[in-house]
């Protein structure tokens, strides 16, 4: 036998781990032959010695396969945390700063209560409250800062597609919506009664998101929904009344965006196509369509103000655009890929990353990043700033299908409460200049809080 690799002591070690090995396992034959071979008597390889070598072989051979293993993880961590490292900036090395801040493994806190996907999520826009909702039929009510579960609601008869905190001022409501075909209001200060039902889908209901105090709703009563049966409609929840049908679509809508002055909705669906609706008008139409993708359009987001100048250098205009409300645009689909848009419609530009469907997108309240979740298990950070490059991948984020995601809301200070104040694109104390800026007018602080939700049955929080 070849020892030149171990010492004598090792040899000899080794021998007797295998004679102990082939002993306990009734190879005796082998086992004396062995012995005979290697001149091991009784004297040398009594009972006691079997006993003590017996189970080591086997013991050293798992811890052998544990440790390549961890070896293996480690590596793989360390070339994800040096290529990080190679594309951070000085100043988001420190981290401080929330405009640069971006979301980083493991997650600060992991939710486990829910018994079917996840589908989504939501931030109270006040309380570290967060709403979750899934195919179990229930809404989760958490507490992001510790981690805790606070109370569960029960209401819809399938599966809970999508959650929004949102509503008139100063009077928070949790908006949900479900296969069961109706959009249910609960409401917080009332431990989450169910306040409101609003019936009139005539299919499963994928997307509500409240529409913000503006031109079009005055008094932030307003809120809007997607369906399976093409339409999207507009509701009044102090009055439970459906005010506008959206017809246009012509297959299934999955996701709807308002923007921040209540003026515009942005809209994907099935047909492979986004669709960009001014409902400030009497009878909205499409104002822009989306034409692109190459297939099913799972989500979108509206860009803040804050990523204007970036955007618009990536889209070859000289000058940032005029703050409206709506200029750039990005959608996610099963095509694997993310597009970016400008308000007339025109692609500017196609991030590819991603192995499979997009299923959540959100940018970076700092302008600076737009952040995507996918099928393929991660959460992905494009930079802005250098024509949209992946510049992080958390690749363990979940370890199933991620299906959503969402970003605290900016904490707003100072900001007189004046209803319909957004009539030059300013509602909510939003595209403000320091709305983006992490705050420098003091009106509006960036919470660096994500939380995203997936099929693994959990909901996580990444935050600073």
Known sequence: MNTNILTTRQAEELHKAIIAYLTANNLSNTASALRTELNLGEDVF???????????????????????????????????????????????????????????????HTLQSHRNPITCVA????????????????????????????????????????????????NTLLASCSSDLTIKLWDPSDDYKNIRTLPGHDHSVSAVRFIPSGVAGGAGNLLVSASRDKTLRIWDVSTGYCVKTLRGHAEWVRDVCPSIDGRFILSTSDDYTGRLWDVSIPNPEPKTTLIGHEHVVLCCAIAPAAAYPHLAAMAGVKKPPATSAVEFMATGSRDKTIRLWDARGTCIKILVGHDNWVRGLVFHPGGKYLLSVADDYTLRCWDLTQEGRCVKTIGDAHGHFVQCIRWAPSIVKDVPAVNGEGANGESNGTPRKAAGAGGAGGEAQIRCVIATGSVDLNVRIFAN
């Open 123 to 170: 931030f109270h826009p006040v309380f570290s409250s967060l709403a979750s909702g899934s195919e179990d039929q229930t809404i989760k009510i958490w507490d992001w800062e510790l981690g805790e579960l606070e109370r569960t609601i029960k209401g819809h008869t399938k599966a809970v597609l999508d959650v929004d905190f949102g509503g008139p001022r100063g």
């Open 46 to 108: 009594d009972p006691a010695t079997a006993k003590k070598y017996e189970g080591l072989l086997e013991k050293k051979w798992t811890s052998v396969v544990r440790l390549q293993k961890k070896i293996m993880d480690l590596e793989s961590r360390n070339s994800t945390l040096q290529s990080e490292l190679e594309n951070t900036t000085p100043t988001s090395r420190q981290n401080k700063d929330p405009v640069a801040w971006l979301p980083k493994s493991p997650a600060r």
